[in-house]
T-cell receptor, first 115, second 109 residues
Framework: DAGVIQSPRHEVTEMGQEVTLRCKPISGHDYLFWYRQTMMRGLELLIY????????DSGMPEDRFSAKMPNASFSTLKIQPSEPRDSAVYFCASSLAEDPRDGYTFGSGTRLTVV | KQEVTQIPAALSVPEGENLVLNCSFT??????LQWFRQDPGKGLTSLLLIQSSQREQTSGRLNASLDKSSGRSTLYIAASQPGDSATYLC????????FGSGTRLQVQP
């Protein structure tokens, strides 16, 4: 398996524009997580899905953020409109279970810069 | 709510030293604990996973221990090398991982 695949690797956009981040989890993994990492706040959970259903979205900062998982092999995180304070690295991770004996696998991240 | 603390926040050692990174957590009802490594500007690489029923896991020069009753885990790195320089994070499930803030390690050649 190629692991968790995120795209794009880097995104630079202007304030007010819509940004869409993409994630392909490991095949067969039932859980998918979106995290955001900043220097100030470290790694924060935004939202996670189980079998394509959102389980906990309490970490989504505000209504400008939305996430979907239309099928088991694809998820998107959308920011509309984007703001400079959204600049961060966004990671996607997947796991086989809530208590995964093999742990969690992270993608390489998307570095978002909003100017 | 689980809280995870990592000490020290940063560590600089000369090459060849053995070192210990600490991770403490507030809720001992854990399933497992995972240690990750993150190189600057890169993603997270899983190093070791300790199940709640285990006390230790080893991989090469790395050894992770877990003491649920005291809410602690340690990552021991033997004979450190400059290539070990990175940030080390511990994280706990269930469900979504709760991460510590990490220990930034610099191994001087």
């Amino acid at each position: 398996d190629a692991g968790v695949i995120q795209s794009p690797r880097h995104e630079v956009t202007e304030m007010g524009q819509e940004v869409t981040l993409r994630c392909k989890p490991i095949s067969g993994h039932d859980y998918l997580f979106w995290y955001r990492q900043t220097m100030m706040r470290g790694l924060e959970l935004l939202i996670y899905f189980n079998n394509n259903v959102p389980i906990d979205d309490s970490g989504m900062p505000e209504d400008r953020f939305s996430a979907k998982m239309p099928n088991a092999s694809f998820s998107t995180l959308k920011i509309q409109p984007s703001e400079p304070r959204d600049s961060a690295v966004y990671f996607c991770a997947s796991s086989l279970a809530e208590d995964p004996r093999d742990g969690y696998t992270f993608g390489s991240g998307t570095r978002l810069t909003v100017v | 709510k689980q809280e995870v603390t990592q000490i020290p926040a940063a560590l600089s050692v000369p090459e060849g030293e053995n070192l210990v990174l600490n991770c403490s957590f507030t809720d001992s009802a854990i399933y497992n604990l995972q240690w990750f490594r993150q190189d600057p500007g890169k993603g997270l690489t899983s190093l070791l996973l300790i199940q709640s029923s285990q006390r230790e896991q080893t991989s090469g020069r790395l050894n992770a221990s877990l003491d649920k009753s005291s809410g602690r885990s340690t990552l021991y790195i033997a004979a450190s090398q400059p290539g070990d320089s990175a940030t080390y994070l511990c994280a706990l499930p269930p469900g979504a991982l709760t991460f510590g803030s990490g220990t930034r390690l610099q191994v001087q050649p």
